[in-house]
């Protein structure tokens, strides 16, 4: 999972990408990167780490021009510390372009064989990022007329790389001295939306809070499938260029990644997250479970929460007291990182625990490290029954579209039932929610006016697959890869800052 946004402006954009990077933080820590368009010039600075700390002064004064994209990492394919990888990428034919991406292609390997044996590309790195820019270029090549790229060239690019590609992506990029073009693909997994403000500028972005939080309107969700096209001019442009699409975005945005305060495929995250808890209690409640108290586990958990403690008319207590300054523990690479950053991330207020029977919410349960932890530390501070209740239903299969969980021996729920689960991660009892009662939640967030939400991405909690393209020889490879990838993985830090003269007509001879 990535965070991506494009800014097209009448002034000055680093101020806005660095501030909207931000407020994407939660979507990636391992990277950040921003590159700006200056007339035919492209201005790049990216480095590993958090946004506060890849970006100085010196950097943003470095980034001149009124349009940009920018790109916070979160790994799920390649080495998770490679600054190499660090995005935006860059390609200078058959004009300088830089792109950015969030998601996860299905079918890289063959990409990347297709694009080196016939489009005569080399890609440098292990990112499916870099292949994906790759091929938007040689596609756009075929529709260039002498040295003028048109509107309508730009979409038969997208749509060529509707064809080829498989997977999830949503795309902001830059064509030197012309404009951003952002896209998303034929299902709409990953989220992106557009947004402007009352100066006629255009903002594209992951979640709709970048938007907000920048004085930005949310105008709409791009399309599944859908082209946006903006002029460095501020002429917007937009086309369904998918042959066939479908929404379905990924349910496990609503549960974990995205922040409350968003809106996404015209479904209010914060709205989704109460209707959970909603539907959890209900489940509860038909148990007989003789509960004294509800403790979130902070933070995505808390609406969920709320909601279930007011439903099941039950004490709501922050009983976990959280460290602001630790990082997500999901999206760290390592399960030794993992384990070791819980404790120095949360921490039991003992009288919360002391001879009740607590109900701890967590919005999922995934590797269950953590939960096991958790648990632990509830009957440390004096908790008479552990009962652990899950917002999501239990994940038992890999996410391949940009979900770090592709392997089914990291996950808790494999091959395992509730009482089983509840076993390994020391609590009295497990109740996850329903996958129906999930969808409906969402579905119950979604205004009136927006797509009708009918269909989801939900592989990690079914195993159904929404691109219909993987099969067990699929996940086999990717696990066996990913088992290599953790064994030799090497730390390297650092930064990068490139200014490119890229003149417009820079073009393929």
């Known amino acids: 999972m990535c965070g991506i946004i494009g800014v097209v402006g009448q002034t000055p954009v680093n101020q806005l990408l660095y501030d909207g990077l ?55 394919a390649g080495s998770a510390s490679s600054l190499a990888e660090a995005q935006p990428f860059y390609v200078n034919s058959p004009f300088g372009i830089v792109l950015a991406h969030n998601g ?3 079918n890289t390997e063959a990409l990347k064989r297709s694009v080196f044996e016939k489009d005569l590309r080399h890609i440098n790195t292990q990112s499916d990022s870099e292949v994906l820019l790759n091929v938007f270029a040689h596609e756009l090549e075929h529709y260039i007329e002498g040295t003028q790229l048109s509107v309508e060239a730009i979409f038969k690019g997208v749509a060529g790389v509707h064809r080829r590609a498989k997977g999830a992506y949503a ?13 998303r693909d034929p299902c709409g997994i990953r989220p992106l939306v557009l947004g402007r403000n009352d100066a006629g500028e255009y903002m594209l972005a992951s979640e709709s809070v970048a938007l907000d939080c920048s004085g930005f309107t949310l105008v709409r969700d791009v399309a599944p499938g859908e082209a946006v096209y903006i002029t460095f001019a501020g002429e917007l442009h937009s086309r369904q260029c998918a042959e066939q699409s479908k929404l379905a975005p990924c349910l496990f945005e609503y549960v974990y990644f995205a922040r409350p305060d968003s809106i996404i495929d015209g479904a209010s995250v914060h709205a989704a997250r109460l209707n959970m808890g909603e539907k959890l209690a209900e489940k509860i409640r038909a148990q007989g479970i003789e509960l004294d108290v ?17 439903c099941l008319n039950l004490p709501f207590r922050m ?34 625990f002391a001879g009740k029977n607590v109900l701890l919410v967590d919005d999922s349960i995934v590797r269950g490290t953590t939960s096991h932890e958790i648990v632990q530390m509830a009957r440390d501070a004096g908790a008479k029954k552990v009962y652990f209740a899950s917002a999501a239903p239990a994940v038992r299969f890999p996410n391949v579209y940009g979900i770090d969980m592709p392997t089914r021996a990291e996950l808790l729920a494999t091959n395992r039932d509730d009482v089983q689960i509840a076993a390994e991660i020391g609590a009295d009892a497990v109740i996850y929610q329903d996958l129906e009662a999930l969808k409906q939640a969402v579905r119950e967030a979604s205004h009136p006016d927006a797509l009708a939400l009918n269909v989801f991405e939900t592989s990690c909690f079914d195993g159904h697959y929404i691109t219909g393209d993987i099969d067990e020889a699929f996940l086999a490879n990717i696990e066996a890869r990913r088992k290599e990838s953790m064994a030799s ?12 003269n890229v003149a417009e007509q820079n073009l393929v001879q």
């Not at 509800?294 to 007011?310: G, H, Q």
């Not at 630790?326 to 690479?333: A, D, H, L």
């Open 104 to 106: 996860n292609l299905t």
């Open 171 to 183: 795309v902001v990029a830059l064509i030197a001295g012309h404009g951003l073009v952002a896209f």
């Open 294 to 310: 509800v403790i979130p586990i902070p933070d995505t958990s808390l609406p969920s929460a709320l909601e279930l403690a007011k």
């Open 22 to 76: 931000q407020v994407l933080q939660h979507r990636g820590q391992d990277a950040a990167g921003i590159v700006t368009a200056n007339g035919n010039s492209f201005h790049m600075h990216k480095g590993s780490g958090m946004v506060r700390d890849v970006f100085r002064t010196r950097n943003m004064r470095s980034l001149l021009g009124k349009a940009g994209i920018g790109h916070v990492r979160y790994p799920t």
């Open 319 to 352: 009983g976990f007291i959280k460290n602001r300054y630790v990082g997500r523990t999901f999206i760290m690479p390592g399960q030794a990182v993992r384990k070791k950053s819980v404790r120095q991330k949360l921490n039991p207020i003992a009288s919360e």
């Open 489 to 500: 993985r090497e730390e390297s830090q650092g930064m990068v800052d490139l200014n490119l």
